[in-house]
């Protein structure tokens, strides 16, 4: 969960750091996410696509491992939904106060740049590396591309401490796509 929180915060960073005038342009972002995880020593890799839309609905379908495969988990508002086709159960919850954090970061980042003009200088510029956040997880940007006409990071590593915990690989960004309110909701 630290990871998919991690991410959540990369990407809402992506859409406030894109372009100086991106918070009024980007409503959406579809990305798909190789993952990865150093678990107990072992690597393990997943793979899914996630969809946000601004301001507060999130859409991770997972691909990879093919245990997992279909897995659906949508944050929206206050509540989870989890799709669990193995089991072909749905459940909703309210979030938790971590999963509630994504919603949180979301809001901060998405404000920002207001607040740290130095934070957007150095992003646009290529001298932020690393960002620091408040849980103590440090996350080190390592590639930037122009996308769409947005400056957006490609592969991360994300550590607790001095330990890397996950290496994201994003791929195929989408900026603005129209994303259909059904995607969010998995009682249909």
Not at 3 to 8: K, Q
Not at 132 to 141: D, Q, S, V, W
Not at 159 to 181: F, M
Request: proline letters at 3%; one cysteine or more; glycine letters at 4%.
């Amino acid at each position: 969960m630290r990871i998919f929180r991690v991410l959540i915060f990369l990407l809402c960073s992506c859409l406030s750091f894109a372009d100086s005038q991106s918070l009024d342009k980007i409503r959406t972002l579809v990305v798909r996410i190789e993952e990865i995880s150093n678990v107990n020593n072992k690597k393990k890799t997943s793979e899914y696509d996630l969809k946000f839309v601004k301001p507060d609905k999130v859409r991770k379908d997972v691909i990879l491992p093919e245990f997992n495969k279909g897995e659906i988990y949508i944050y929206k508002g206050n509540e989870k939904t989890v799709y669990l086709p193995f089991f072909e159960q749905i459940t909703k919850e309210k979030i938790d106060s971590d999963e509630n954090d994504i919603i949180q970061a979301i809001n901060y980042i998405l404000n920002i740049e207001k607040k740290d003009p130095e934070f957007s200088k150095n992003y646009y510029s290529g001298k932020l590396k690393d960002i620091k956040l408040e849980n103590g997880t440090e996350i080190g940007i390592e590639k930037l591309k122009d996308t769409e006409g947005y400056l957006l990071p490609y592969r991360f590593k994300i550590y607790d401490g001095k330990t890397e915990v996950a290496v994201l690989n994003i791929r195929d960004y989408k900026v603005n796509t129209e994303i259909a309110d059904k995607e969010f909701n998995l009682d249909d």
